[in-house]
């Protein structure tokens, strides 16, 4: 399908994509930039026109330095390898090697990947992503998770869409895509592959929708492993632990001192994505802003995060022109999960010391009926599968396991 900014080849369904989804409309893609693409993005990073340097430079390393957003000699640093080193070719073969495919759902075209396992006793498994991120959060773990090189370990047939409004997935040209119906899109996608039961896995907004798919698809999905667990609201702190009480007030703090990004897009997405769609300046300080403010770092995201995968993301959106679109999601869902939603599918549910919202487990047990597994690691913070892969995998596989387990 052609895009403004890529070539996205439909090609014929390659081998590994289950039976008769050809017939149900998914086909093999590839996407690549054009040369002229990445010449005008280099161009546009050499002529960027930068502010004066945050009036806190100088600071001691430490998160008191990045106290007024993305510090000037971090970004300029990242401009110039941006520029001048990184290989945006090297991530969309990448996206080859685990398989591109397409569809067409409720008239939107839906990117994703999918990876199916060589093993006989694998189990479909949805992961969706949130914002800032996109299916470059997925790239360093789809092959573990398909194919472990622990033979006892369990096995999934992979599946990672992208967003309506993200990276190569149409972008709506009307309201309505929220969490609700994406989460109902991912069924009638899981369906089109074969899967008519399968887990499922998310954070940020992936996990909200995960939650929707638990709560409102029973009968397809097996249980679920989330990130994020929203609290019906109303409850009171009484009877929680201190760590649990001190988990609320940052949770608070967060939304009433840090959320401004999210009160922008939920409110005005339009008027911020023309900066995020015309300025990949602009765009790289909005989208690594929020890598280092929300990861497990002292410093810097690139403490724990390959800097080469952060570009992968937001060149991603800068080459899709996704700035605005992907903003939306804010628009249509910010504080819009159902308060009567109950997921009674087994849950198992992951608190990473350094993400941005952690729910105490005495008020996640009022909407998520059946966890059967409960961990708050020691390390970690919203980016798990990029800061801290080895461990994001093996909890998610455990996870999934007592999931598996619980519902036999």
Request: proline share 6%; with cysteine.
């Amino acid at each position: 399908m052609p895009r403004p900014t890529s070539d996205v080849e439909a090609g014929a369904v390659e081998a590994g994509v289950e039976a008769g989804a050809e017939e149900a409309g998914v086909t093999a893609c590839t996407a690549r930039a054009a040369d002229a693409e990445l010449d005008d993005l280099r161009a546009r990073l050499a002529a960027a026109r930068l502010p004066e340097a945050e009036t806190v430079q100088g600071a001691a390393p430490g998160r008191r330095r990045w106290g007024q957003g993305v510090p000037l000699g971090d970004l300029t640093e990242v401009v110039e390898y941006w520029r001048t080193e990184y290989d945006w070719r090297a991530f969309e073969a990448r996206l080859d090697e685990i398989g591109q495919f397409r569809t067409t759902i409720d008239g939107l075209g839906i990117h994703f990947l999918h990876r199916r396992s060589a093993r006989a006793d694998a189990t479909p498994l949805l992961l969706t992503h949130g914002w800032p991120g996109s299916i470059a959060e997925f790239v360093d773990v789809v092959d573990e998770l398909a194919d472990p090189q622990d033979g006892e370990a369990p096995a999934f047939h992979v599946v990672v869409p992208s967003l309506p409004g993200f990276g190569y997935s149409d972008k709506p040209t009307t309201t309505g895509w929220g969490t609700e119906k994406i989460a109902a899109a991912w069924v009638e996608l899981m369906g089109r592959l074969g899967y008519a039961k399968f887990l499922a896995h998310g954070g940020d907004w992936g996990g909200c929708i995960t939650t929707v798919l638990g709560g409102r698809f029973p009968a397809h999905v097996l249980g679920i492993h989330t990130l994020f667990a929203e609290a019906p609201p109303g409850l009171t702190t009484d009877g929680l632990t201190a760590d649990e009480r001190r988990w609320t007030e940052d949770t608070h703090d967060f939304w009433h001192h840090r959320a401004a990004y999210a009160k922008q897009q939920a409110t005005r997405p339009q008027t911020i994505g023309y900066s995020l769609v015309d300025s990949p300046v602009g765009l790289l300080a909005w989208i690594l802003d929020k890598f280092a403010e929300w990861s497990d770092t002292e410093d810097s995201p690139f403490e724990t995060i390959s800097l080469d995968r952060i570009l992968d993301d937001v060149t991603l959106y800068w080459l899709t022109r996704t700035g605005a679109s992907a903003a939306r999601i804010y628009y249509e869902s910010h504080n819009s999960l159902d308060p009567e939603l109950r997921v009674d599918v087994p849950s198992a549910i992951t608190m990473y010391p350094r993400d941005i919202e952690k729910t105490p487990r005495p008020w996640a047990e009022q909407r998520y009926r059946r966890i059967v597994r409960w961990r708050s690691p020691d390390v970690g913070g919203h980016f798990p599968s990029l800061e801290v892969p080895e461990f994001f995998v093996r909890d998610l596989r455990e996870g999934l396991a007592a999931v598996l387990a619980a519902g036999r």
